[in-house]
């Protein structure tokens, strides 16, 4: 079966990095456009970054510049990587197959001030 699995979070400073994997089952990430979404407490879940199997992105206006979405096929793992952290990007980070209802457990992140 499809499996998705988040690592790298943690706890960092404002203007900290941090990169996020998501270790993939199978040809998943090369045959399909993922993404990255993340949910504070008490909010929706938003979507922060997309890929394609083709490699078009897209980001949320507040990461652009700051995050970077990027895969490796033959790890079959999709990565976020995030630079200049601010504490509103806190939250816990999750793998998406953008065609279906199929998530990771999720990451946290927290950026402390």
């Known amino acids: 079966q499809v499996q998705l699995v988040e690592s790298g979070g943690g706890l960092v400073q404002a203007g900290g990095s941090l990169r996020l994997s998501c270790a993939a089952s199978g040809s998943i990430v090369s045959i399909n456009a993922m993404g990255w979404y993340r949910q504070a407490p008490g909010k929706q879940r938003e979507l922060v970054a997309t890929?394609?199997?083709?490699?078009?992105?897209n980001y949320v206006d507040s990461v652009k510049g700051r995050f970077t979405i990027f895969r490796d096929n033959a790890k079959n793992t999709v990565y976020l990587q995030m630079n200049s952290l601010k504490p509103e990007d806190t939250a816990v980070y999750f793998c998406?197959?953008?065609?279906?209802?199929?998530w990771g457990k999720g990451t946290l992140v927290t950026v402390s001030s």
């Open positions: 890929i394609t199997s083709g490699g078009s992105t």
């Open positions: 998406k197959i953008l065609q279906m209802d199929f």
